[in-house]
């Protein structure tokens, strides 16, 4: 029933070869006379083993290891600039730098248990410029590749396998939108969840969007066991209008439209983030309007804290508040939690991923050793 077939060998691998002087998978397969056989075994070193570079394959033989090695051939498409770590060591944020410059954030959670949580990144930059969202402030840089996205949980999967772990959950809740992405994203969760190479089950990755109804439509028409978690933040369209202007575009009733159609076509649960500002969504009456539009339906409401941005106009919703507005929501019968902040300290919570304009060369480096002065340091 999937609108296309997304091949994550292909997308992989046709991005490895480009990146190695290759026009496409073909041209690669012809210069060094490959059997079909050495293009599953490359994807499965990178995806399944972890591998960084074809140098490391005892599976190939010498001279064909020496070849790839000698052209270059790396299997990461993003670079490490620096990673940092929260005091309390559970949250791990990884800055990473693309190709052609563009910057990336991912946070891994690791939390009581040994379960993962890795946050990752579809876009450099957005371009929905929600009001209280420190990425959404600084702009759109570009969309990331399949490979880009996929590369962020593929490094701390390698960071974390030394330890025993593994990342259990991806959630697409990092910069970008990713529905304004939405091939090259489905692409990733096709990598991501390839029983051949990453192998993480659907159910443990979620896809978060700021409500792109005619997007909603099309991945409920995918047919997939991803979740989909909604950003509403707002009981009504003024006051969504003003902190998400996507709103405009697509109004409450069209959104909730396209939730309702989700949930008939799928019978899956519909998760809805809702950041709480101090005064501005958080009274017993925005409590109530959302209760009356959640209500009786298979929808399940996570509160957020709110963490302050850089340039914040908007204050967080006290403690007792936000228990407060969540009691209002439990009496009427509303599925509700209350989000843990987990990163705070190293600015990796929700909506604090942001990466600083760039200075360049010399004076970069200088800017991003102050910057992450309580980090590692990679290169
Ligand atoms: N574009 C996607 C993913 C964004 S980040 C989306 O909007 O859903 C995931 C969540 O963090 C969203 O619900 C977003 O609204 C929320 N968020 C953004 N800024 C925040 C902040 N400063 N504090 C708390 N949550 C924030």
Redesign the pocket.
């Known amino acids: 029933m999937a609108s296309v077939i997304r091949d994550p060998l292909r997308a992989w691998l046709h991005d490895v070869v480009e990146r190695a002087g290759f026009p496409d998978i073909d041209a690669f397969v012809r210069h060094y006379g490959l059997k079909p056989f050495r293009l599953r075994q490359l994807y499965r070193a990178a995806t399944k083993e972890l591998l960084e570079r074809p140098g490391e394959m005892t599976s190939l033989p010498k001279e064909l290891r020496a070849a790839l090695t000698d052209r270059g051939v790396e299997f990461s498409a993003i670079t490490p600039i620096a990673v940092q770590h929260s005091r309390d060591g559970q949250t791990t944020k990884g800055l990473f730098r693309l190709h052609d410059g563009a910057e990336v954030e991912a946070v891994l959670m690791e939390h009581r248990g040994g379960r993962t949580t890795l946050c990752i990144s579809s876009q450099a930059g ?1 371009a ?1 410029a ?1 009001a ?3 990425t959404g402030q600084a702009g759109f840089t570009r969309n990331l590749r399949a490979g880009e996205i996929f590369d962020q949980a593929w490094f701390f999967a390698r960071q974390l396998a030394p330890r025993g772990k593994r990342v259990s959950n991806v959630v ?3 910069m ?3 529905f304004h992405n939405y091939e090259a994203v489905m692409t990733a969760v096709a990598m991501l969840n390839d029983p051949h190479g990453f192998g993480l089950g659907h159910r443990h990755i979620t896809i ?3 409500g792109l109804v005619d997007r909603i439509d099309a991945f409920a028409d995918e047919h997939l066991q991803v979740n989909l ?1 909604i ?1 509403l ?1 707002a009981p009504t369209d003024e006051l969504r209008s003003q902190l998400m202007p996507v709103n405009r575009r697509f109004p409450l009733r069209e959104l909730l439209a396209a939730c309702e159609r989700y949930v008939e076509k799928t019978n899956r649960k519909v998760f809805f ?1 809702y ?1 709480m500002l101090a005064g501005m969504n958080d009274d017993a009456d925005c409590a109530r309007r959302l209760a009356a539009l959640m209500r009786g339906r298979l929808y399940h409401v996570n509160l ?4 302050a ?1 850089p340039d914040a106009e908007f204050g967080a919703s006290s403690e007792k508040r936000i228990w407060e507005f969540a009691g209002i929501l439990d009496a009427a019968g509303v599925p509700t939690t209350v989000r843990r902040n987990m990163g705070r300290d190293i600015a990796a ?4 991923l942001r990466v600083e304009t760039q200075p360049k060369a010399a004076g970069g480096l200088a800017h991003r050793r102050r910057h992450f002065s309580r980090g590692a340091l990679l290169h």
Request: aromatic residues 14%.
């Open positions: 957005c929905f929600c209280f969202c420190a697409f809740m990092g970008g939108e990713p978060s969007t700021v978690a950003s933040h983030e950041v957020i804290p709110y963490n941005t919570a929700c909506g604090q």
